[in-house]
């Protein structure tokens, strides 16, 4: 019955997230999905907020007919000793046998201490990274194809185009 993490900060979640979840529970019985930086929102490169994002997450895997049962969403703030970091992981969620991320940062962090780790096949990374759904949300170009429709609306629900905008503003004002 192995556990896996999918490590990621989901700002927002998009398809290439969603594929990667798929991918991973084909691996594994229950999967956990690791909010990253839980603690940060309302700032260029992290827009949501950790329950912004896991409201993100549960909507577009229920519309996927995804088993919810299978599947366990935990918000996990930064630590500043990097190092440190995966101990809290440990501390935040339960047992786990693989660890599912494309961040090379995570992974590297993970394979120093022995743990098994998968680099999930990447959908159009090209296309489908969160930094192109925030740069198309700034600049008014078309993110929702890049996001599950459930993300679409519930980015739309709580203004999160506005405040991408806003931020995005801000952080250039300021440089």
Do not use: C
């Not at 999905?33 to 603690?39: F, H, K, L």
Request: no cysteine.
């Amino acid at each position: 019955m192995p556990t896996g993490l999918f490590v990621g900060r989901f700002q927002p979640f998009h398809k290439g997230h969603l594929a990667t979840v798929k991918y991973a529970l084909k691996e594994v019985d229950t999967l956990v999905i690791v909010v990253g930086s839980a603690q940060k929102s309302h700032e260029p490169r992290n827009p949501f907020t950790a329950g912004e994002r896991i409201t993100m997450i549960r909507a577009a895997l229920l519309a996927e007919k995804i088993d919810m049962e299978r599947v366990l969403t935990v918000p996990v703030p930064d630590v500043d000793v990097h190092l440190l970091w995966t101990r809290q992981v440990d501390m935040l969620v339960p047992k786990y046998d693989v660890v599912f991320a494309n961040d090379p940062f995570t992974l590297m962090l993970f394979r120093e201490r022995k743990v098994r780790t998968v680099e999930p096949p990447l959908q159009e990374r090209s296309r489908l990274m969160a930094t192109e759904v925030r740069r198309r949300m700034a600049e008014g170009g078309n993110w929702q194809e890049l996001v599950p429709a459930p993300v679409a609306r519930a980015v739309k629900e709580i203004g999160g185009v506005q405040r991408v905008k806003a931020v995005a503003q801000r952080e250039h004002m300021r440089h």
